[in-house]
């Protein structure tokens, strides 16, 4: 592209948008790209592809050309399969008309939550570390995100307690995302169940992010909007990438008060019209016949969970026992060196990619996310080589130390 | 349990006693325990390694053999299939429901090696009213798992 003399399209960008991350992430990215043979546990995917019967119906409906747009809330057969599947797995009940609207993602869903409910200057409660969509979003739309820290003596888990701290009379929606990314952790009921007693106290919204319901170890998923009176304030965004692993076919869906779904819908019918109709497809008979892909997938995550939270608190880093999504999140606080430090001296000394743990909010120095979406003989690996990573560098630090006094 | 230790050992036979045990949630002894046990009932055979020969370079040749015989009184197929399978060149019989009764897998050096057991001693046993001869040309998946080169991951190496 040839430049016109004094044409600066920075001039054009929005400020906001301007001052959005990414920032201090970008540069490990790229020196992660430019490393070979690395093992990756810096994966937020699952590492199986999708199960050949969902890919098959997606074949099956481009050969019947199935090619173009659907109403703009979703096919109607898929509406009805997600309200069915919300009524089994968490016995919610949506009206698959007027409740149910099918999304690019739950990203989509997210977007178009935030959007509709925003006003400028409404402060959005998010609890941290967290997944890094949600205060950008919140952002561009206009509103003040307040980060809620979590911590690891809570289990990462969100305390009403600590919650209330941070809520002001300006406060409207809170952003809930259990199981969590990056740190794996849960709710329990009990911990449900005071959250929301201070969401009505403080007459809140929440948009309850619930991508890795399924993906839970200590029981049967859970969704915030089963809990009394909470349906009709949250707004439930799902989607089928993690637990059945269909990332990239690009479909979610939220689930919502008829109200909040009717002025969703408008954004979405101006920005996106409709989620493409393969993934829908394949979205469909993923919610008829993907149970047991599911349940052998969330299996074998659970296998590979408790490998690696064994192997790392045998390598001397403290971690807890995540329960949910498929990451853990240890502390690397022993070793004495920032997450940064540690994931770049990792990659350059191991070749092992982790996430430095303040990529997803300033409460994640210290920690590192390790995402076990990898089958077991990387896992396997990885491990071996951090074991020998962490070992240096903690005899290093006890050296330093030794040599202090 | 054991069919959960089994499930995995059957994956992965370099698994030990104590990775199976972290993975199950059991404890450590116990499964052990289990795996000894299990060996000594020969529910569990042997250690296997799923090897693609033609990549490693060998020359192997295999056929799969339909084999027609007479059942005889008393013990049916048995006495014939064991006659078949004590063959070293043999490596797996089946017996089979439809147009013939053993299907047997016959490894060899050569097609003339695998032809010529085929046609002196497998066809000549008495009982063995005929035989069908199946090279096999290519393996594309065996044991659940696919030969051809998989392409490696393409994820994003790193995705928040
Ligand atoms: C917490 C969380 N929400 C949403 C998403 C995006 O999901 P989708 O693929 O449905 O847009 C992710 C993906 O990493 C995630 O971790």
Redo the contacts between chains.
Sequence with gaps: MTITCGFEAQRFINPVVKSLPPSG?RR??DL??STRG?I?L????P?FVTPWHIREACVQSLERGYTMYTSNYGIPELRQAIACYLEDRFGLSYDPQRQIMVTIGASEAVDLALRTVINPGDEVLIPEPC??SYKPITLIAGGVPVTVPTTMEDEFALTAARLEKYITPRSKILILCFPN??TGAVLTDSEMEAIAALVKKYNLLVISDEIYAELRYDGPPRSFAALPGMQERTILVSGFSKAFAMTGWRVGYVAAHPDFLAAMVKIHQYTILCAPVMGQVAALEALRHGRPDVDRMVAEYD??R??VV?RLREMGLECFEPRGAFYVFPSIKATGLTSNEFAEALLKEEKV?V?PGP??GSSGEGYIRCSYATS??ELTEAMKRMERFVARHLAFKGRAVAHAY | MRKKILELLENNGKLNAKEIAIMLALPVDQVAREIAAMEQEKIILRYHTLINWEKAGAEEVAALIDVKVTPQRDVGFDEIAGRIYRYPEVKSVFLMSGSYDLSVLVQGKSLKEVATFVSQKLATLEHVQSTVTHFILKRYKQDGVIFEDQEADRRQVLQL
């Design positions: 992430i490990f990215f992660v790209a690395v990756s810096g994966v937020g995917e590492d997944y890094v990314n990056p296998q590979r408790r490998l064994s990619a996430v990529a997803f077991l003989a």
